[in-house]
């Protein structure tokens, strides 16, 4: 059964703290991705990697960092948290197969920003 | 950034009853998907059509992607309970990669 995993279902943090959102898949994808979801907006992608050490800037990545240094695990970095950056954070990944992937997702960590 | 609307955002029916949810772009897709979404959870996808025109059934489910390939659509045939969920549709922009560009979801009701 695919499976993608996410660190924390519920965070809250200060502004100003440097926050790490973890996401792990098992199913060997070269894609991962990370949306924010806020309600009426839908999901917008933040970034995405296509490979280990590579990484793409998505629709909305200010204010985000991202890593991968391997293949399975796929990090979201928010530097200095602000509280425009409350939101649902969901992470996908997807094979490679030239357009029409699913895309697996965790079940999403709440972020609350104080 | 290729954008898709969907409507209604919010919508409530008795179990039953039937449904329809649309999603609209000026923009022209390889492909689109759409997926639902569970509270707490993240999205699943339920379905890619890929040719305009192309109606696919999934038990009381039908998608319908419109022949220019810029809009879909999703009807349910007597929704029940277990219909309720956030339906995002989600056309493939970027065949190279994968990316996925969201409408921002239709929030459906069944109640008992």
């Known amino acids: 059964d695919v499976k993608v995993t996410q660190s924390s279902r519920y965070l809250v943090k200060r502004t100003g703290e440097k926050v790490f959102l973890e996401c792990v898949q098992d199913m060997d994808h070269e894609n991962m991705f990370w949306y924010r979801q806020d309600p009426g907006l839908g999901l917008r992608l933040i970034y995405f990697s296509y490979d280990v050490k590579m990484k793409e800037k998505g629709d909305i990545p200010e204010g985000y960092s991202v890593s991968r240094e391997k293949k399975e695990r796929f990090s979201l970095i928010l530097e200095s948290a602000s509280t425009n950056q409350t939101s649902m954070y969901l992470c996908a990944s997807s094979k490679q197969t030239g357009g029409r992937e699913t895309q697996y997702f965790g079940p999403g960590t709440r972020l609350l920003v104080l | 950034t290729q954008l898709l609307e969907q409507s209604p955002q919010f919508l409530s029916i008795q179990e039953g009853e039937n449904l329809t949810v649309y999603c609209n772009s000026s923009s022209v897709f390889s492909s689109l998907q759409w997926y639902r979404q569970e509270p707490g959870e993240g999205p699943v996808l339920l379905v890619t059509?890929?040719?305009?025109?192309e109606v696919k059934k999934l038990k009381r489910l039908t998608f319908q992607f419109g022949d220019a390939r810029k809009d879909s659509s999703l009807h349910i045939t007597a929704a029940q309970p277990g219909d309720t969920g956030l339906y995002l549709c989600?056309?493939?922009?970027?065949?190279?990669?994968?990316?996925?560009?969201f409408g921002a979801g239709t929030q459906v009701v069944v109640t008992p």
């Open positions: 989600a056309g493939v922009g970027s065949v190279r990669w994968g990316k996925l560009q």
């Open positions: 059509v890929v040719t305009g025109g």
